[in-house]
């Protein structure tokens, strides 16, 4: 069974960093893509991150610079380390995992910036 855990999110004023990680059971996070996707209030689940199994990666254009994806392989945990965050990056992140022509989620966690 794959699942996927989200933590790290929470209340930060805009300027200021978050840490999300993402804990995987059932899969091996250096054999997947594995991604960060984001869903504000109204709005479409976006893709904000990815890494592929060769730590190849992929970014939103409107986080690159500021945002991070990376991988501990020992502790099968991807991150996602987000820094000079803005108050249009809140929304819901969630983590995702292709593996095949499967497709699996976190439940998600929440990331408010204030300004």
């Known amino acids: 069974q794959v699942q996927l855990v989200e933590s790290g999110g929470g209340l930060v004023q805009a300027g200021g960093s978050l840490r999300l990680s993402c804990a995987a059971s059932?899969?091996?996070?250096?054999?997947?893509?594995m991604g960060w996707y984001r869903q504000a209030p109204g709005k479409q689940r976006e893709l904000v991150a990815t890494i592929t199994s060769a730590r190849g990666t992929n970014y939103a254009d409107s986080v690159k610079g500021r945002f991070t994806i990376s991988r501990d392989n020992a502790k099968n945990t991807v991150f996602l380390q987000m820094n000079n965050l803005k108050p249009e990056d809140t929304a819901v992140y969630y983590c995702n995992a292709k593996v095949g022509f499967k497709v699996y989620w976190g439940q998600g966690t929440q990331v408010t910036v204030s300004s």
């Open positions: 059932g899969i091996i996070v250096t054999a997947n893509v």
